[in-house]
């Protein structure tokens, strides 16, 4: 980096030699909440400094120049963060294990269920994003209710079988 310095005319000139240290970014990317993901926290626990250690990154805007919008970790020799947990601005909280050092890893924010009665769920977030929506009566065993194209926003569907059963589970996987 050259920084010139025109009040006593001493330029310098600075070069980063780096380290080998072991680092995590983590880019977000929102659906039921704000897409940037401003106002989520980001904590990952991995082996720094000696010992296992919790660190925390909030994503904020500035008002002057924008920030990285990337929460960035260092992890000094540790090959994997432990844990890397993410709350959402929504209030969803996802969590991810045995995560290898030195990516950019992008988090898609999973999005949340709202029961309507009568088998009726909502699907909350943005338009435009396809999910495969799975019911279950224990939670082992789950069946497919199909892929839901979000062509409009929070879109409902109607689980057929759930009159017949005193309890239903619904999740969704990403397509």
Not at 91 to 100: A, F, S, T, W
Request: include cysteine; glycine fraction near 8%; proline fraction near 4%.
């Amino acid at each position: 980096m050259f920084v010139g310095n025109y009040l006593n005319g001493s330029d310098c000139l600075y070069h980063n030699n780096g380290n080998g240290n072991s680092w995590l970014k983590v880019r977000l990317i929102g659906t039921v909440s704000n897409r940037s993901a401003i106002g989520a926290k980001v904590r990952v626990y991995a082996w720094v400094q000696g010992r296992r250690r919790w660190q925390l990154r909030e994503l904020t805007a500035g008002t002057r120049a924008q920030a990285d919008l990337r929460a960035h970790f260092g992890l000094e020799q540790a090959t994997m963060a432990d844990i890397v947990r993410i709350e959402w601005p929504s209030g969803i909280v996802q969590e991810l294990r045995k995560v290898p050092a030195n990516q950019i890893l992008t988090v898609t924010e999973p999005p949340a269920l709202e029961a309507l009665g009568e088998g009726r769920i909502r699907i909350l977030c943005w338009a435009r994003q396809n999910y495969e929506l799975e019911v279950s009566d224990d939670l082992d065993t789950w069946t497919s209710l199909g892929v839901v194209a979000t062509d409009v926003n929070r879109p409902v569907v109607l689980d057929p079988g759930a009159a017949q059963r005193p309890y239903r589970f619904y999740r969704t996987k990403g397509q």
